[in-house]
């Protein structure tokens, strides 16, 4: 069983509608808990970060955290053609920096 | 800003070729890494480095190897480059849950 669990997808939404993209994980240590989206040929870049459970909102994106559940989610509000990307969640145990576990990622398409 | 550099975006190789990946951060950062990534895959961890000339085997090293003789550069090399290593190769660095990764050097071994 792989430690992150990620539906690929592909994910097609018409703009303006609520996104929810989720992650199951099976190793409770994890503490760290990232959201990435990537541009197709581009490099991962980091959207949100959280800590431990709750929720966490920056702008139309909130991430939200249930480690009762191992279940992670984004959700994106009034989604706009440039939100199509990948979105790939991440988890570490410790904030060293130096090990991640990665999603395979969803690719999602807003279309206008 | 944050910014990771990769020495090319597009490589075209023969099998066979020893190949030189180059990653190069401005942050100071003590944690780099090299992935690939394939379709259906996601990111794979080849080897990451937590300091100068400091390495740590990923999860699939074979056919690898990697070099770090300054904090900001993070080399990969391919020592005899195979059909199968064709993919997209990223680099990143990192501080504490913050990764950030350079804009990928897509690898094409013929």
């Known amino acids: 069983q792989k430690e992150v669990e990620q539906d690929p997808g592909p994910l097609s939404v018409p703009e303006g509608a609520i996104v929810s993209l989720n992650c199951t994980y099976s190793?409770?240590?994890?503490?760290?808990f990232m959201w990435y989206r990537q541009y197709s040929r581009k490099g991962p870049e980091l959207l949100m970060y959280?800590?431990?459970?709750g929720n966490k909102e920056d702008g139309r994106f909130t991430a939200q955290v249930d480690k009762s559940s191992k279940y992670i989610s984004l959700f994106i509000r009034d989604s706009q053609p440039s939100d199509s990307a990948t979105y790939l969640c991440a988890m570490s145990r410790a904030n060293t920096g130096n090990q991640f576990y990665f999603g395979t990622g969803t690719s999602l398409t807003v279309i206008p | 800003d944050v910014k990771v550099t990769q020495s090319s975006r597009y490589l075209v190789k023969r099998t066979g070729e020893k190949v030189f990946l180059e990653c190069v951060q401005d942050?100071?950062?003590?944690?780099m890494f090299w992935y690939r990534q394939d379709p259906g895959l996601g990111l794979r961890l080849i080897y990451f480095?937590?300091?100068?000339?400091?390495?740590e085997k990923g999860d699939i090293p074979e056919g690898y190897s990697v070099s770090r003789e300054k904090k900001e550069r993070f080399s990969l090399i391919l020592e005899s480059a195979s059909t199968n290593q064709t993919s997209m190769y990223l680099c990143a660095s990192s501080f504490r849950e913050s990764q950030y990764f350079g804009p990928g050097t897509r690898l094409t071994v013929l």
């Open positions: 190793n409770s240590a994890f503490q760290y």
């Open positions: 480095s937590y300091d100068v000339k400091m390495k």
């Open positions: 942050m100071d950062h003590e944690n």
């Open positions: 959280t800590y431990s459970s």
